[in-house]
C-alpha cells in the first residue's frame, strides 16, 4: 500500500529540511514492516524440522503475523490521531523486538503463534500505519519523492534479511537467530525517534453505506477471493527451493530477486496507473494484473531447477509490484477521495480473514499431496478467477455508471428546458401586463 496523501494540514509543509529525516525514518518502518513477515520464511524448515510440525501448521507462523500487522492497522490509526507518530512507532517497534525475543525461548510451535507473530504482527503494524502517512504531513511538492523513498525500504530491506537470515541461521541457530533479529528491529525505535511531531490529523471513520456501494462491493468480493492464494506463493518460495535441495544461500537469494525487481520496477508500475491511456479504465488493468498474478503461479510448477525458479521470482516480483501500486489507486477511483480512508479501514479488517487462513490451506494441500505443485495451482486459480471476476464486473459498473451519467445530463438537460419555458411564459405574462 502506497503512502497516503495527507490533506487539510492546516499549515505549509516545507518540502525539505528535517521531513528528509523524517523520510528516511518511514524508509526503515515501512522496509522492515513489509520485508520482516517475508524474511522470517528462512526459518520455516528449520522450524518445522525443530518441531515436528505439518506445512499447514508451519504456514499459520506467518499467517498470523500478516493477520495481526492487518487488524492492528485501525488501532494503530486510532493512536496516532491521539498521540502521535512518534510513540506509536517507538512502542510498536519494542513490541516486535520483546516478541521475537520471547519466541527464541518458546518450547512449542504455540508459542511461535503467540509471542512472534500476534506480539510481533501488531507491533508492525504499529510501526507501519504511522510511517505511511507521516512523509505527507511534511512535504507537499516534492510528496512524491519523499514517499518514493519511504516506500523503498520494503525492497531494500527484504533484499538485505533474506540473505542475513541464513547467515544467523548458521551461525547461531534458529533461538539466537531470533535474538539477534529482535535487537536488529529496535532500530524502528530510533527511526520513531526521528518523527517530530506535527499537528493531529481528519480522525478516520468507518463509513457502513459502503455496503451499499457497487463498485466497492465489487472491489472487496474480488480482493476476498484473492488474498486467499496471494500470500502462500512467497511464503512457501525459500522452502519450495530448499526441498528441490537448492543451496542454503541460493534459495534466501529468490527472495532478494523477488524484491530488487519490484523496486527496480516500481517507476514503471507508478506511472502506468497514472497514464492517459490507463487511467480512464484502470479497473480493467487491475484485472490483467490479479489474473496476470495468477498465471504466474499457475505456470510455476513448470519451471524446472534453479533457473526456473529464479524466472518465476522475476515474474511474481513484478506481479507484486503491479498489484501493489494499483490497489489504493482503484479504491480511491471507485469511491472517491472523501470516502477513501474509510473504505481502507473496512477492506484492512475483512481482508484479515482470508490473510489468515490462505497460507494455512494451501500448506495443508502440500500436507495432503506431498507436493507443492498441487498449492500453487490452487492459489493461481483463486487468483484467476477473480481477475476473470473483476473484468467481467468492471465492465458492468462502467456500463452502469455510464448509464448513470446519461440519466444525469438528461435530467440536467430537462430541468434546463423547464426553467427556460417557466421563464419565457414569465416575461409573456408580464409584456400581457404591461400591454394592458
Same mark, same amino acid.
Request: glycine share 8%; proline share 3%; with cysteine.
Given at each position: 500500500m502506497p503512502p497516503a496523501a495527507a490533506t487539510n494540514l492546516g499549515y505549509t509543509p516545507r518540502d525539505g529540511g528535517w521531513g528528509w529525516a523524517v523520510a528516511?525514518?518511514?524508509?526503515?518502518?515501512?522496509?522492515?514492516?513489509?520485508? =520482516?513477515?517475508?524474511?522470517?520464511?528462512?526459518?520455516?524448515?528449520?522450524?518445522?524440522?525443530?518441531?515436528? $510440525?505439518?506445512? !499447514?501448521?508451519? #504456514?499459520?507462523?506467518?499467517?498470523?503475523?500478516?493477520a495481526s500487522k492487518y487488524a492492528g492497522s485501525p488501532v494503530s490509526s486510532m493512536f496516532v490521531n491521539r498521540h502521535g507518530s512518534r510513540p506509536v512507532v517507538m512502542v510498536g517497534g519494542l513490541m516486535v523486538c520483546v516478541g521475537m525475543v520471547l519466541g527464541s525461548l518458546g518450547t512449542s510451535i504455540i508459542n511461535l503463534y503467540l509471542?512472534?507473530?500476534?506480539?510481533?504482527?501488531?507491533?508492525?503494524?504499529?510501526?507501519?500505519?504511522?510511517?505511511?502517512t507521516i512523509t505527507g504531513t511534511? =512535504?507537499?511538492?516534492?510528496?512524491?519523492?519523499?514517499?518514493?523513498?519511504?516506500?523503498?525500504?520494503?525492497? $531494500?530491506?527484504? !533484499?538485505?534479511? #533474506?540473505?542475513?537470515?541464513?547467515?544467523?541461521?548458521?551461525?547461531?541457530?534458529?533461538?539466537?537467530s531470533f535474538s539477534v533479529l529482535g535487537f536488529i528491529v529496535l532500530n524502528r525505535c530510533v527511526a520513531g525517534a526521528l518523527m517530530k511531531p506535527r499537528k493531529s490529523q481528519s480522525f478516520v471513520f468507518i463509513d457502513i453505506s459502503l455496503f451499499t456501494h457497487r463498485g466497492f462491493l465489487i472491489f472487496l468480493i474480488g480482493n476476498v477471493v484473492m488474498f486467499f492464494g496471494s500470500f502462500a506463493p512467497v511464503v512457501f518460495l525459500d522452502p519450495y527451493a530448499k526441498h528441490q535441495g537448492t543451496y542454503e544461500y541460493s534459495a534466501p537469494l529468490l527472495l532478494s530477486i523477488f524484491a530488487l525487481v519490484g523496486m527496480f520496477s516500481r517507476p514503471v508500475t507508478e506511472f502506468l496507473p497514472n497514464s492517459r491511456w490507463i487511467r480512464p479504465r484502470i479497473q480493467y488493468f487491475f484485472s490483467f494484473a490479479v489474473s496476470y498474478k495468477g498465471v504466474c503461479h499457475l505456470l510455476f510448477p513448470l519451471a524446472s531447477g534453479y533457473g526456473g525458479l529464479v524466472v518465476y521470482s522475476i515474474f511474481l516480483g513484478l506481479a507484486f509490484e503491479i498489484l501493489?501500486?494499483?490497489?489504493?489507486?482503484?479504491?480511491?477511483?471507485?469511491?472517491?477521495?472523501?470516502?477513501?480512508?474509510?473504505?481502507?479501514?473496512?477492506v484492512t479488517i475483512i481482508e484479515c480473514g482470508p490473510v489468515l487462513l490462505g497460507p494455512p490451506i494451501s500448506g495443508a494441500l502440500v500436507d495432503v499431496f506431498g507436493d507443492y505443485k498441487y498449492m500453487y495451482y490452487a492459489c493461481g486459480a483463486l487468483m484467476l478467477v477473480p481477475g476473470v471476476f473483476l473484468f467481467i464486473m468492471h465492465y458492468y459498473n462502467y456500463k452502469k455508471l455510464d448509464e448513470d451519467c446519461r440519466q444525469i445530463v438528461a435530467v440536467e438537460i430537462r430541468t434546463s428546458e423547464e426553467a427556460v419555458k417557466l421563464k419565457i411564459n414569465q416575461n409573456e405574462k408580464t409584456s400581457d401586463e404591461t400591454q394592458d
Open positions: 528516511f525514518a518511514a524508509f526503515i518502518s515501512i522496509g522492515f514492516s513489509y520485508a =520482516f513477515p517475508k524474511s522470517l520464511t528462512i526459518y520455516f524448515k528449520e522450524i518445522q524440522e525443530y518441531f515436528s $510440525v505439518s506445512y !499447514s501448521e508451519i #504456514a499459520w507462523v506467518s499467517s498470523v503475523m500478516l509471542c512472534v507473530r500476534v506480539i510481533g504482527g501488531f507491533g508492525l503494524a504499529f510501526t507501519l500505519q504511522p510511517a505511511l511534511y =512535504f507537499q511538492v516534492k510528496r512524491p519523492l519523499a514517499n518514493g523513498l519511504a516506500m523503498a525500504g520494503s525492497p $531494500v530491506v527484504l !533484499s538485505t534479511l #533474506a540473505s542475513l537470515n541464513q547467515f544467523l541461521l548458521n551461525s547461531f541457530g534458529g533461538r539466537g501493489s501500486a494499483l490497489l489504493c489507486e482503484v479504491l480511491m477511483d471507485l469511491v472517491g477521495a472523501h470516502r477513501f480512508s474509510s473504505a481502507v479501514g473496512l
